[in-house]
């Protein structure tokens, strides 16, 4: 995307030219402009998200879904959103006001940060070419956890407690058989960069010779997401909300628009490990890469959203159960293979 | 129509069993025996567990204010023979008391309850006698003819 | 050492899955339950003590808001009680009779219906819950086309019923009949075969068929604990002996069993619905009933195959021309008894889908 890297080029040179500013300066305002310009791409991704879920779940369960506000409903996410701004800020009596307050923001945070890392084109990220980058996205997404946590204990809600206690032992277990599973592309790949790791599946996706990992990581990162059929923290049948029972308004607004922020990240980092990134299949090259990585991470969604509307909820020992005796021993069993057959791989070509 | 048991046979059973306890009751059913109160559990489990008889199903409990008694009406059935009985207890109105038969169905505890919080009959024995449909702090007995708003 | 306490969780009357005002307290180890107390009574409307100051066939409307998600039976029991009071289950004309089974049966499906779909969404399947609701939707328009009411028909009558039907409506019927056994099969593909909702119901919540029988467990929930005994077979009322039909029965009377019962029912019903439509007669759907009924002096039990178990009215009369007294049997009331044994030692996941299983519906329980 080399009009993205015009546009920032420009923008420094304008910044540092003709209005004078230090290098330090120009750097602080560019990376203010591309959080920004982050920010700007989560929302975009949350209305056609949430439309999109919608009208899918719709057309699964043989309803029409929002039909009224717009072309086919799209208005009526912002519509909503406004109104949810205009509601009452209900903080419960006994509530421990300050983290109840700070809680869906750091939820939002978390999710806002993991973009930092996400290539969308070669180059194109907000911390280019960190060399840990799949590192820095998994150490980000686990610190989600305790702003489920920190909303769940300080509602003083014991709907809200039980949630967040899900919350916990659900994504403590879960972590280990995401990463497990990444571990497999790393090896292939050589590198914990995702600019490099897309550049090595220029012919081949890592789908394929990692299929399991594949697999699991999707699993894992459904659990990772509270999504269906894993969604045991909300579990709107038992716990009535989970750890939102107590949240309205605007706060129960960003907890949900960190969640959709968490699902765009997660199919991100599906796309770019497993799915090629931005590299077009087919010699279709026509279609810039940006819009290819961008197909690949709503197919990857549309999935997410069809496993949702098509199962029931798991009992949590049986997530457990899941967890810890079944994708973890997999995960690593493909570690252990990966690693022969890279080891072969090179006996052969060296 | 239903079929009806044996009445005489089992009354006279019954009454040779545990003493002068049962007798035949005259209504429009033809199926209905009286027992008196403090015979209740006893005859219920030996009609119960006696194979002849085999009412292993408990219908109905019901009660009816009567102008001169109150009477807790007892319906069963038996799933070999599809035979019906229906008991009667008839209970002072002063002080309405009968035993409880939680102890041979778990069905009656719901019932005898609910009987206690519309009717005020007092079942002696019932494991959780409290009211169950009205609230805790409610006045009076809503299905007694003398209730008054 | 870490000090361990025993957390109190009050879970409605206002919860998603407590299928109305239901309302129970429940003391909690981790999330297994230790304990399970029933409050019930939110919904109470005193309907028996109503009925005493209502004539005999000013109570039918009534009968819809006990059990409302199946009100044509309800009032079928209470009407089949009347008539047997005043001795004139004999004189009820054939077409009545038919149009009697036709529309509880319908009622029957529409009801397991709702049962199916909230079950699902007990355990978050929403999808499976609007496939239900499809099919009930179509029920429903029948039967207000029937009768004008959707939920709470006033359908019956002492002595027959409200209104003929016309060769239009049979019409819908069979088209709605013949669609029936292809959506239940997608009932199945949805639900009953997916492994997620079977590992979360097989063997959750069991009752041996002794403790069924000790509990009072009637109709698709005794027949899920073991026991053959459906009164539309064996004790038939009205006209059921005529029509062949098999009375699913299974072993385990787990929460996967009650479900499958549901299920296996209402292919029967269409069943029935099928033969009803067949025989029908053309005829009056009025026996001669006085206007002001005054039934003798006396008293009648009876009861009938509801959906959620044996609905019974215990009716005295002291030969005016309103009941002395009106005792609703409620299967739903009856069968929540289980719930306080039972819930020991579950999770509360499987606590809600225990709930949901045994088929309770509030207006019932509370009346």
């Known amino acids: 995307m080399e009009i993205f890297n015009t546009i920032a080029n420009g923008l420094r040179d304008w910044l540092m030219g003709s209005l004078g500013f230090s290098a330090t300066a120009t750097e602080i305002i560019t ?41 086919a409903g799209f208005l009526q996410f912002p519509v909503d959103i406004v109104k949810v701004l205009g509601k009452e800020d209900i903080i419960p009596a006994n509530a421990d006001r300050f983290i109840f307050k700070i809680a869906s923001t750091c939820a939002f945070i978390t999710s806002l940060t993991a973009f930092a890392v996400i290539p969308f084109s070669e180059g194109v990220a907000l911390l280019q070419n960190l060399n840990i980058g799949i590192f820095y996205f998994i150490a980000v997404g686990s610190t989600a956890t305790l702003s489920l946590l920190m909303g769940g204990w300080s509602s003083n809600n014991k709907y809200s407690l039980l949630g967040g206690m899900r919350t916990v032992a659900q994504m403590i277990s879960y972590e280990i058989p995401m990463v497990f599973s990444l571990l497999g592309v790393v090896m292939i790949a050589g590198s914990l960069n995702l600019t490099d790791i897309v550049n090595a599946q220029k012919n081949t996706w890592f789908v394929i010779p990692q299929l399991i990992a594949f697999i699991v990581f999707f699993i894992a990162a459904t659990a990772e997401l509270n999504r269906g059929p894993f969604d045991l923290a909300e579990g709107e049948q038992e716990l009535v909300a989970g750890y939102m029972t107590e949240y309205s308004g605007i706060r129960w607004a960003i907890y949900m628009i960190a969640e959709y922020g968490n699902l765009v990240a997660s199919s991100a980092i599906i796309s770019i490990m497993f799915l090629g990134g931005w590299n077009a299949p087919f010699g279709l090259t026509f279609i810039p890469p940006f819009l290819w990585l961008m197909l690949k991470i709503y197919l990857v969604i549309f999935v997410f959203m069809w496993i949702r509307w098509t199962l029931p909820r798991i009992r949590i020992d049986h997530l457990m159960h899941f967890g810890w005796k079944f994708l973890i021993p997999v995960s690593l069993a493909n570690i252990l293979v990966t690693g022969i057959g890279v080891y072969v791989y090179r006996m052969i070509t060296l | 129509m239903d079929k009806i048991v044996n009445r005489e046979a089992l009354v006279g059973e019954l009454n040779k069993k545990f003493g002068d306890c049962a007798e035949i009751f005259e209504d429009n059913t ?108 409610f006045d009076g007995h809503p299905l007694r003819k003398d209730f008054k708003n | 050492m870490l000090k361990t306490q025993e957390l109190t969780l009050n879970m409605g009357p206002q919860h998603p899955s407590t299928h109305g005002v239901f309302r129970c307290v429940l003391k909690l180890e981790g999330e297994y339950i230790r304990e399970c107390v029933n409050h019930t009574g939110y919904l109470h409307r005193g309907l028996e003590k109503l009925a005493e100051a209502r004539t005999y066939s000013q109570f039918i409307p009534y009968n819809g808001r006990l059990d409302y998600v199946s009100g044509m039976l309800n009032e079928l029991s209470y009407v089949q009680t009347v008539e047997k009071l005043m001795g004139i289950t004999e004189e009820i004309p054939e077409r009545a009779q038919y149009l009697r ?11 397991h219906a709702i049962y199916v779909g909230t079950f699902a969404l007990d355990m978050a399947g929403f999808t499976p819950f609007m496939y239900a609701f499809r099919d009930r939707d179509r029920m429903l328009d029948l039967i207000e086309a029937a009768s004008g009411q959707r939920l709470m028909p006033n359908y019956m009558r002492i002595g027959g019923v409200a209104a003929d039907l016309d060769e239009e409506w049979f019409k819908e019927l069979e088209i709605l009949m013949n669609d029936m056994p292809a959506c239940i099969d997608e009932y199945d593909g949805i639900l009953t075969g997916n492994e997620i909702m079977r590992a979360r119901t097989i063997g959750v919540a069991p009752v041996s068929a002794e403790m069924a029988l000790s509990y009072g467990f009637t109709g698709p929930n005794l027949r899920a604990s073991g026991f053959d005994y459906d009164l539309r077979r064996d004790e038939p009322y009205g006209i059921y002996d005529r029509f062949k039909f098999d009375v699913p029965v299974r ?38 009933v006085p206007k002001v009924i005054k039934p003798p002096v006396g008293e009648a039990f009876h009861r009938i195959e509801n959906s959620k178990g044996h609905l019974g009215f215990h009716i005295v009369s002291d030969g005016s021309t309103k009941p002395y007294r009106t005792r609703i049997y409620s299967p739903c009331f009856v069968n929540l008894g289980f719930l306080p044994t039972t819930a020991k030692g579950l999770h509360l996941m499987d606590l809600v889908v225990a709930l949901a299983s045994i088929d309770i519906v509030l207006g019932e329980v509370d009346r």
């Open chain 1, 31 to 71: 990376t203010a402009v591309w959080t920004l310009v982050a920010i700007l791409f989560v929302m975009i991704n949350l209305i056609i998200l949430v439309w999109m879920e919608r009208k899918l779940a719709a057309y699964f369960q043989l309803r029409r879904g929002p039909n009224r506000l717009g072309p």
């Open chain 3, 101 to 111: 089974i036709i529309l509880g049966e319908l009622q029957r499906l529409a009801s």
């Open chain 2, 30 to 137: 033809n199926q209905s025996i009286k027992v008196k109160p403090e015979k209740i559990v006893e005859v219920m489990q030996e009609i119960r567990e006696n194979p002849d008889y085999d009412f292993k199903v408990l219908m109905n409990l019901s009660s009816v204010d009567y102008p001169e008694n109150f009477t807790v009406v007892y319906h069963l059935n038996s799933l070999t023979y599809y035979h019906k009985l229906t008991v009667k207890v008839e209970l002072d109105k002063a002080k309405p008391q009968v035993p409880s038969i939680t102890s041979l169905w778990i069905a009656a505890n719901v019932q005898e309850r609910e009987v206690y919080d519309l009717m005020g009959i007092e079942f002696t024995g019932h494991p959780n006698l409290k009211r169950i449909l009205l609230s805790d702090d």
């Open chain 3, 251 to 288: 072993k385990d009377g787990d929460t996967y069993d009650r479900y499958c019962i549901r299920v296996a029912e209402m292919r029967e019903s269409v069943k029935i619905i099928k033969q009803a439509m067949k025989d029908i007669p053309e005829g009056p759907i009025m026996a001669k």
